[in-house]
């Protein structure tokens, strides 16, 4: 199969597999309207149409600004259980909106970006002694919400930057890490979940990092396509509009399971471009052949390249209980035929974010030395 062909059916894949009706398949249970249902519709007459799948539900109402004011939106429930609410001829502009279910205020979620969204709980027993606790008394970071237009999707896409505190007073260069979250997930998982800022906040206190700044992007598309778009749009998104270095000493790159994916296909692609990297918990799937084979020749070719201008590449695993372990083992195996320099460690934690908290933890303190 040639190679694009063999990316497209790739593609169409990961599609299926992140499909309701797939999942249902895959996890043996009865399929649900809900699995295909659109939970919001702007028809051509300009009427909206609101739906949700709750078969238990004895009352479903639309709450929010969406709804006209003193008025209340009929709801029909069909018989396979989905209530929908239409909103005639809504005016053009941006609404807010919510669901109460039997008396219980529900956000859509099937929102487009419901994923990007979770309650959050901070479980530190020793208080401010956890190195990711959000401590009082030192100065800390801004996070910033970006969007730009991304020239390699044709559409405009998000990142979160994190910058040290007194960014903007210094007016001093910093170099940059590009860190990237894993499968499923969006550019809040590293800011929000994964503690980034706080965690440099708390590093760079104690003294023990350099200042830098730190971007997180939205890595949830095709693999070669973050690729282009972190190479192409990102990164000079990045050095125009931020007072970093644009150069490859000053730039780090790091990303978990999906993302240390992207992170492997970045600096191969790309092997003179970033000076340290970090795949954590991530490797090429064991049992994709056509994958080793690619990838020992393009190691092959790299090697003296990548060698020189990596000062750290570091993979770092999560003991034999991380689902990524064997594929990150035996890529390595294919590192090591090549003469790839590299950095190996492993915790035990297994697939999750207490192990990747303590990866940047560790990362960060020995970049940009």
Same mark, same amino acid.
């Given at each position: 199969m040639k190679?694009?062909?063999l990316?497209?059916?790739?593609s169409?894949i990961?599609i299926?597999i992140?499909?309701g009706a797939?999942?249902?398949?895959?996890?043996?249970r $009865?399929p649900?309207?809900n699995?295909?249902?659109?939970s919001t519709r702007?028809?051509a007459n300009? !009427?909206?149409v609101? /739906?949700i799948?709750?078969?238990?539900?004895? /009352?479903?109402n639309?709450g929010?600004?969406i709804?006209?004011? *003193? %008025?209340k939106?009929?709801?029909?429930?069909a018989?396979?259980g989905v209530?929908?609410?239409?909103?005639?001829?809504?005016?053009?502009g941006t609404?807010r909106?919510?669901?109460?279910?039997?008396?219980?205020?529900?956000?859509d979620?099937?929102a487009p970006?419901?994923y990007?969204?979770?309650?959050?709980i901070?479980?530190?027993?020793?208080?401010?002694? =956890?190195?990711f606790a959000?401590?009082?008394?030192i100065?800390?970071?801004a996070?910033?919400?970006i969007?730009?237009f991304s020239t390699s999707t044709?559409?405009?896409?998000?990142?979160q930057?994190?910058?040290?505190p007194?960014?903007n007073?210094?007016n001093? %260069?910093?170099?940059?890490?590009y860190?990237i979250h894993g @499968? @499923?997930? /969006?550019e809040?998982a590293w800011?929000?979940?994964g503690r980034?800022?706080?965690i440099m906040?708390?590093?760079?206190a104690?003294g023990k990092?350099?200042?830098m700044i730190?971007?997180?992007p939205?890595? *949830?598309?095709?693999?070669?396509?973050?690729?282009?778009d972190?190479?192409n749009?990102?990164?000079?998104?990045? =050095?125009?509009?931020?007072?970093?270095?644009a150069?490859?000493?000053?730039?780090?790159?790091?990303?978990?399971? +999906?993302?240390?994916l992207e992170v492997?296909e $970045?600096? +191969?692609?790309?092997?003179n471009?970033?000076?340290?990297i970090?795949? +954590? /918990?991530?490797?090429?799937?064991?049992?994709? %052949? =056509?994958?080793?084979e690619? *990838?020992?020749?393009?190691?092959?070719?790299i090697?003296p390249?990548l060698?020189k201008?990596?000062?750290?590449l570091?993979?770092?695993?999560?003991g034999?209980?991380?689902?990524a372990y064997?594929? @990150?083992?035996?890529?390595?195996?294919?590192?090591d035929?090549?003469?790839?320099?590299?950095?190996?460690s492993?915790?035990p934690?297994?697939?999750s974010? +207490?192990?990747?908290?303590? !990866?940047?933890?560790s990362?960060?303190?020995?970049?940009?030395?």
């Open positions: 190679n694009s062909n990316k497209l059916v790739i169409i990961t299926l992140f499909s797939l999942q249902a398949q895959m996890f043996k $009865t649900t309207p699995d295909t249902l659109k702007v028809l300009g !009427d909206v609101f /739906s799948y709750a078969p238990e539900a004895e /009352s479903v639309l929010g600004d709804v006209p004011w *003193g %008025k939106v009929e709801s029909v429930k018989e396979n209530w929908t609410m239409v909103i005639p001829k809504a005016a053009a609404y909106y919510h669901v109460m279910v039997d008396g219980v205020k529900v956000y979620p099937k970006d419901a990007k969204t979770s309650a959050l901070d479980v530190t027993p020793d208080g401010e002694d =956890e190195f959000l401590r009082k008394a100065p800390h970071g996070v910033a919400a969007k730009y044709k559409t405009m896409r998000n990142m930057v994190w910058t040290p007194g960014y007073a210094k001093n %260069k910093l170099p940059v890490l860190l @499968g @499923g997930d /969006s809040l800011p929000g979940v980034a800022g706080t906040d708390n590093l760079l104690e990092c350099k200042d730190v971007v997180m939205d890595g *949830g598309i095709d693999v070669n396509l973050f690729v282009e972190l190479v749009d990102i990164i000079p998104y990045v =050095e125009s509009n931020f007072n970093v270095y150069d490859t000493d000053q730039r780090a790159l790091a990303g978990l399971s +999906m993302g240390g492997l $970045t600096f +191969m692609a790309q092997p471009m970033f000076a340290y970090n795949v +954590m /918990s991530s490797g090429w799937f064991a049992n994709n %052949k =056509e994958m080793y690619t *990838g020992d020749k393009r190691l092959a070719e090697a390249t060698n201008t990596a000062k750290l570091l993979f770092t695993q999560a034999p209980e991380d689902i064997n594929n @990150g083992k035996e890529m390595l195996k294919v590192f035929k090549n003469n790839i320099k590299y950095e190996f492993e915790m934690g297994g697939h974010w +207490m192990v990747w908290r303590n !990866d940047l933890h990362f960060a303190q020995k970049i940009f030395k």
